[in-house]
């Protein structure tokens, strides 16, 4: 079993005591709907929560897709960041609904474990994803840019890539604020965030 998988699963019983900070709802209304066929027939415990106001949640639904399924920016690149900020930002429930997304989206063992304590200088990830994950600490941590970090990001990206991928760090910044104020599904986190 790779490491990472046990961690997950270790820490998934010790985060069963938390309590989220508001009962999740699955109103009777034509958004929820919308919202389930969208996630494949399932709502998250974001959605749940997110349903407390229609008019929110059908906002939230429809920025997100677009994020997740309407960008040119890779798959692999945009899992990164959203993983890395999870990690940031301590959303452990956030790195929960998006590791099989980064596997999916080809990223090995090692990789996602190296996202947990980025060291550019050691990472196995290609020099794309560095620059990638390097501007995602900078915008997550510091808001921000310094010129030189952008610069390196210039020479991976062109600039639809840095628009989507910036669109990207900037949306996921907010789930994972979000879901931590609230505790949305942290009591059935898996993982340490930590970095």
Known sequence: ?????????????????????????????????????????????????LLHSIPLAQGWNSMMGTIRTGLVLSADIRELAILRIAILNEASYEWDQHVEEGRAAGLTEPQLES??????????????????????????????????????LRSHFDDRHIVELTATIASYNMVSRFLVALDVGERDASVKTTA
Do not use: C, W
Not at 11 to 22: T, V, Y
């Open 1 to 49: 079993m790779p490491i990472l998988l046990l961690k997950e699963n270790q820490l998934r019983r010790r985060r069963k005591a938390i309590i989220m900070r508001l009962p999740y709802v699955e109103p009777q209304d034509p958004v929820t709907e919308v919202i389930r066929k969208r996630r494949g027939g399932e709502l998250l415990d974001l959605d749940r929560t």
């Open 115 to 152: 996202i947990r304590s980025f060291q550019s200088e050691t990472s196995p990830l290609s020099e794309k994803q560095k620059a990638a994950l390097v501007y995602t600490d900078a915008m997550t941590t510091s808001i921000r840019v310094p010129d030189s970090i952008f610069s390196h």
